[in-house]
């Protein structure tokens, strides 16, 4: 079975900290994504990569970062949390359309 | 960019009742996945429809490949309390290499 994990469920942070949140997949998948679901808007892609050292920006980058430095981890970066990241982000691999997704970080920022 | 309309977007039932819900597009889409999430945990792929008219099952789940290309079903049946959850479905489209398109998702809720 495809496995992917997050590096934490639960996590509350102060305005203008730096947060990384961090997701590791098991089989050797190319693709990477990250995303935000939040009540009435759905899930919405952040960041995708689809190679070691290789990131596409998707629909809502602004304030996010990411690095993927080995094939099996990627990395989400917030730079100066805001109260408007407060959400639920999921990481998700793929190898080519299926998309397998992590439990998901849920991220209070206060 | 595109759409996926996903209806109906809420549904409470009583256990041991079918479920019907679809998504459409205006656009066409090579590949149909859905999903089922449940509370506080991340989606769970249930089905990945590759073909148009394409009829798959996955236990209680039946979901279709729309003959058009845009559209897809998912049906349940004789829903168990268990079966409550977000489903949502998923399209590939031809430009769009790996990325997928998301619909807003059917909230299922199921009276024991």
């Known amino acids: 079975d495809v496995k992917v994990t997050q590096s934490s469920r639960y996590l509350v942070k102060r305005t203008g900290e730096k947060v990384f949140l961090e997701c590791v997949q098991d089989?050797?998948?190319?693709?990477m994504f990250w995303y935000r679901q939040d009540p009435g808007l759905g899930l919405r892609l952040i960041y995708f990569?689809?190679?070691?050292?290789?990131?596409e920006k998707g629909d809502i980058p602004e304030g996010y970062s990411v690095s993927r430095e080995k094939k099996e981890r990627f990395s989400l970066i917030l730079e100066s949390a805001s109260t408007n990241q407060t959400s639920m982000y999921l990481c998700?691999?793929?190898?080519?359309?299926?998309?397998?997704f992590g439990p998901g970080t849920r991220l209070t920022v206060t | 960019g595109q759409q996926l309309n996903q209806s109906p977007q809420s549904m409470f039932i009583q256990e041991g009742e079918d479920v019907s819900m679809n998504c459409t597009s205006s656009?066409?889409?090579?590949?149909w996945l859905w999903y089922k999430q449940d509370p506080g945990e991340g989606p769970v792929l249930l089905i990945a429809l590759y073909k148009a008219g394409e009829l798959t099952s996955n236990g209680r789940l039946t979901a279709q490949f729309g003959i058009t290309r845009k559209d897809s079903f998912l049906n349940i049946s004789a829903s168990i309390p268990s079966d409550v959850g977000i489903y949502f479905c998923a399209g590939q489209s031809p430009n769009a290499g790996n990325m997928l398109t998301f619909g807003g998702g059917t909230r299922l809720m199921v009276k024991p």
């Open positions: 998700a691999s793929s190898d080519h359309y299926e998309q397998y």
């Open positions: 656009s066409i889409f090579n590949t």
């Open positions: 089989m050797d998948h190319e693709n």
């Open positions: 990569s689809y190679d070691v050292k290789m990131k």
